[in-house]
């Protein structure tokens, strides 16, 4: 399945998806393409977007959505949040400065050399004393912190429906599901930073995570952004051969040494990565577009080839 193919199907069949939608019906040949902003254009409300640990800003594909998107975001930094402000003055932008968990109470914060990767959980010193690049988890200090859950946020703020959220929590991820389950059943595709060796004391890794989510209804779609550590600096320098299948097509890569520490793990719905339509063509739509925001535009092109097919 070529790049061009599945572009060329996911035009045609949106522009099948117009003609279906309006009061007349136009032959294909007569319609125009349609692209991104002509789908954002069909959907029935703005999508809704949670970056939680958005300190730096927003992905910038959600600034291509505008005027179709709310985004939330979410840093417990104060400052942060009132620079982000500032910056996306005029949008449909709310920064929340406050940290979420998996119950409203006082926490103690660890403060880290690169404020970043500041936690809920404790960094893990003899790891951030003896790796180079851990040394930006440094523990430099503790301030307690009042924590809320994402479930007590929405509801106080009335919000009933978050179609994305983006987690990077520094280890407090599992935490954050865990306090807004109810939130979590509305949501349909996922991007977590998810650790496969801890960094933190007692923090959740990958497996706990990707189970948490598989309970319910979520499939890991992609890995990406693998980090690799070492002790040794000479490990980045050495060179290994590796190579990534999709479907038929091996594609080959060097790789470097060190150890996998973290990565970022995306998560759609089950009928999303299944290419089954079980709501409307509304749902259709908004999960369409979610998925070209992450750039998979191959489970874009299945969610609107079988509304088609469904006859929505």
């Known amino acids: ?8 199907k996911l035009i045609r069949v949106a522009q099948w998806l117009d003609s279906r939608s309006s009061a007349a019906v136009h032959p294909i040949a007569t319609q125009k393409p349609i692209h991104l902003r002509n789908l954002l254009g069909q959907l ?8 939680i640990g958005c300190r730096w800003g927003f992905a910038e594909q959600w600034m291509q959505f505008a005027p179709h998107v709310i985004l939330y975001g979410f840093d417990p930094d104060a400052s942060e949040c009132e620079r982000l402000r500032t910056l996306y003055q005029g949008m449909d932008v709310t920064l929340v400065a406050e940290a979420l968990a998996d119950v409203p109470s006082q926490r103690k914060l660890y403060l880290t050399k690169e404020p970043a990767c500041s936690s809920l959980f404790r960094p893990d010193p003899k790891l951030t004393t003896t790796t180079p690049e851990l040394a930006c988890a440094i523990e430099i200090g503790t301030k307690e912190v009042t924590v809320t859950t994402l479930d007590i946020w929405a509801e106080n703020a009335g919000v009933s429906v978050v179609d994305f959220v983006k987690l990077d929590t520094q280890g407090a991820e599992l935490d954050i599901f865990r306090g807004g ?3 979590l059943g509305t949501v349909r ?3 977590v930073e998810v650790e496969f060796n801890p960094i ?3 923090q959740p890794l990958f497996g706990n995570i990707d189970q948490y989510l598989r309970d319910r209804g979520f499939v890991l779609w992609r890995l990406a952004n693998l980090a690799h550590y070492s002790r040794w600096r000479l490990s980045s320098q050495l060179q290994i051969p590796d190579h990534v ?8 890569h060097a790789t470097r040494g060190g150890q996998l520490f ?3 793990a995306f998560y759609v719905r089950a009928e999303i990565a299944e290419g089954s339509i079980s709501g409307s063509l509304a749902q259709a739509r908004r999960d369409s577009a979610l998925m070209l925001a992450l750039g998979f535009n191959d489970l874009a092109a299945n969610l609107l080839d079988a509304s088609a097919r469904s006859g929505l």
């Open 1 to 8: 399945m070529s790049a061009e193919w599945l572009s060329r």
């Open 44 to 51: 029935d409300r703005k999508l809704v977007v949670a970056d």
């Open 181 to 183: 389950a109810k939130t």
């Open 189 to 191: 595709a996922l991007e």
């Open 200 to 202: 933190y004391e007692s």
């Open 245 to 252: 299948h999709y479907d038929s097509v091996a594609v080959k």
């Open 262 to 264: 973290w990565g970022n």
